[in-house]
């Protein structure tokens, strides 16, 4: 690969965002309601390929539970608000009317609090109840203490979710989380992530995972390039690991991992270009924050923006643009890509000639950035 010299002691390839890249339509163009967008990981099936972020600007237990319903896949944050006070909608209203330069410090203390195990199962009893796959994601550093708990409350999805993630962290302070030995002892498929390349992908799916997510610091409510210099575009960084899952696919004698991009994905034209690099499905924060009903109140923010150390993201005004199931189906009100984002997906599958998801990963691709007006 062709790689560009930065100066004469470094060089560095170059990589793509979804604003580099567009879709090319084929010969052949299809009814836009003959078009299948839906997908399955391990023995769940969905109508859309949508997975909530989890993130308390994004998904509430009755969130999670109407995007079910909708056919999409919820994610609760288990080290959220919603796991660390009984009611926490008076605490998220405050969020909502934070002044910005207090925001982060504030954000902090109500984030202090501690996460109470009872509460764990109780949101996840919650949406189980309601009869749509439970799915609850932990970062790295909390699974080994709060695992048991979730698996308990009968989750069906179990997502370990950081800002980058990797199969062989390296700590002299305490014994890091075995993720291979870990996956392997659980009797629920795990969905893993953050992962931005190729190396690190591959070595993600012979943990056993299920599923991979991609991205890092790459989201609306991110600081991450700002604050660490690191940063992955996602066109290239979703390439990167689809040709992970390849090369695992005949490593392992045929088990398919599934790509999720999660990060940068922001309107319909972004999941569009995501499926077209390889992914299976998106992870969606901001594109759902954006909903009248969410309960961010038109503000977005990640467990990065109240980190108690280096916050890396910020509390972001998204607006609310129409409710959840607008936003996904429509009728779209706005030319923007915000709302009827599966109709968007499933034209552009149609214009350019493929019938599902797993077609349109062959759709051709092309450089070409893209130049505001």
Same mark, same amino acid.
Do not use: C, M, N
């Given at each position: 690969m062709t790689e560009i010299e930065i100066g004469r002691g470094k060089r560095g390839r170059r990589a793509y965002s979804f604003d580099d890249i567009a879709v090319v339509p084929s010969r052949?163009?299809?009814?836009? #309601? #003959?078009?299948?967008?839906?997908w399955q990981i391990d023995a769940y099936h969905f109508d859309i390929p949508v997975i909530a972020a989890p993130m308390d600007s994004v998904m509430s237990p009755d969130t999670a539970i109407a995007l079910g319903r909708l056919g999409g896949l919820p994610v609760l944050d288990l080290e959220g608000l919603w796991t660390r006070y009984e009611d926490p909608t008076a605490l998220l209203e405050e969020i909502s009317g $934070?002044?910005?330069? $207090?925001?982060?410090s504030r954000m902090q203390e109500i984030y202090s609090a501690d996460i109470q195990p009872e509460l764990i199962t109780e949101r996840l009893r919650q949406v189980r109840e309601a009869g749509v796959t439970v799915a609850g994601a932990l970062s790295p550093q909390r699974t080994q203490q709060l695992w048991k708990t979730v698996v308990d409350a009968?989750?069906? $999805? @179990?997502? !370990?979710?950081?800002?980058?993630?990797?199969?062989?962290?390296?700590? *002299?302070?305490?014994e890091p989380l075995n993720l291979k030995r870990f996956i392997y002892e659980l009797d629920v498929p795990v969905v893993v992530g953050g992962a931005a390349s190729y190396t690190a992908a591959l070595h993600l799916m012979r943990t056993g995972a299920a599923g991979v997510l991609v991205g890092f610091g790459?989201?609306?409510?991110?600081?991450?390039?700002?604050?660490?210099? !690191?940063?992955?575009?996602m066109a290239s960084a979703i390439a990167d690991?689809?040709?992970?899952? =390849?090369?695992?696919?005949? #490593?392992?004698?045929?088990?398919?991992?599934?790509? !999720?991009?999660?990060?940068?994905?922001?309107?319909? *034209?972004? !999941?569009?270009k995501a499926v077209a690099c390889g992914a299976d499905a998106v992870m969606l924060g901001a594109a759902l924050a954006r909903a009248t009903d969410a309960p961010g109140r038109g503000y977005h923010w990640g467990p990065e923006a109240h980190h108690p150390q280096l916050p890396r993201g910020e509390r972001v005004g998204v607006g609310g643009v129409a409710p959840l199931e607008e936003i996904l189906f429509g009728p779209g009100r706005l030319a923007d890509g915000t709302t009827n984002i599966v109709g968007a997906l499933k034209r552009a599958m149609a214009t350019t000639g493929y019938s599902d998801?797993? #077609? @349109?990963? =062959?759709v051709e691709v092309v450089v070409a950035p893209y130049q505001r007006s």
């Open positions: 052949r163009t299809r009814d836009p #309601e #003959e078009v299948s967008v839906a $934070l002044d910005p330069d $207090l925001a982060t009968g989750v069906d $999805l @179990f997502v !370990i979710r950081g800002t980058t993630v990797s199969a062989e962290h390296v700590s *002299g302070r305490a790459g989201g609306a409510a991110h600081t991450t390039r700002r604050t660490l210099g !690191i940063h992955a575009p690991v689809a040709a992970a899952r =390849r090369d695992y696919l005949d #490593e392992s004698g045929g088990r398919y991992v599934h790509v !999720i991009a999660d990060g940068g994905v922001g309107s319909s *034209g972004d !999941i569009v998801l797993k #077609e @349109f990963q =062959r």
